[in-house]
């Protein structure tokens, strides 16, 4: 039972350099979501899916990109990184919230710095 | 727009004793779910508890059980017989059902567990 699986877990990036997060799950669930955690903040949501095919902005979108070829994979992109960038970065997924579901899995986190 | 509010950025609590953690939102809505998220050092998000806005009745997960005040829109945890694994940082969340619905999160609050 993997879950949500986020790689890498922590990683380093120089101003200007671009790397992408990955994110699988394998429950199945149509729905995923990045969000970014930064500290006395809580979380922000960046990118969601509802399906393969479908992606929508979050509402701290910019500096990033999202695709869902699969409904396994939801990997997010950040082009030429920032300072403003550094952060945990988190994976989520869920069935469709039409009912309210049972809240999100989360996989464990990346936490990324950019100097 | 959804908000969470969490006012409280910290908390310490004895061991073995109960603690309170408040948490109030805003929303127009009628029928919403809450949350509260767990997060240890670990950095995994763990579901703690959940809330449909339509039920009367304060969910309850062993140690773990809410105040819903629906017409005050204030949600809080409180934790009975405190143990030092409950040394985290807790999230409130709300999220209304519906298609391309979203968890909207609290900044959060840091409890410390006494020995």
């Known amino acids: 039972n993997a879950g949500v699986t986020q790689t890498p877990k922590f990683r380093i990036l120089k101003i200007g350099q671009s790397m992408t997060l990955q994110c699988t799950q394998d429950m199945n669930h149509n729905y995923m979501y990045w969000y970014r955690q930064d500290p006395g903040m809580g979380l922000k949501l960046i990118y969601y899916s509802v399906g393969a095919g479908i992606t929508d902005k979050g509402e701290v979108p910019n500096g990033y990109n999202v695709s869902r070829s699969t409904t396994e994979d939801f990997p997010l992109r950040l082009e030429l990184a920032a300072p403003s960038q550094t952060s945990v970065y988190f994976c989520?997924?869920?069935?469709?919230?039409?009912?309210?579901?049972?809240?999100?899995?989360f996989g464990s986190g990346t936490r990324l710095t950019v100097v | 727009a959804q908000t969470v509010t969490q006012s409280q950025p910290e908390m310490s609590v004895q061991e073995a004793e109960t603690v309170t953690l408040s948490c109030t939102y805003d929303t127009s809505e009628n029928n919403y779910y809450l949350f509260w998220y767990k997060q240890p050092p670990s950095r995994q998000m763990i579901l703690v508890i959940r809330q449909e806005a339509y039920k009367q009745q304060n969910a309850t997960e062993n140690r773990f059980s809410v105040n819903f005040q629906k017409a005050a829109k204030s949600f809080s945890l409180k934790i009975s017989d405190s143990q030092l694994g409950d040394t985290a940082m807790y999230f409130c969340a709300f999220m209304k059902p519906g298609a391309n619905s979203k968890l909207t999160f609290g900044k959060g609050i840091t409890l410390s567990v006494r020995p």
């Open positions: 989520a997924s869920s069935y469709s919230p039409e009912t309210g579901g049972n809240g999100y899995t």
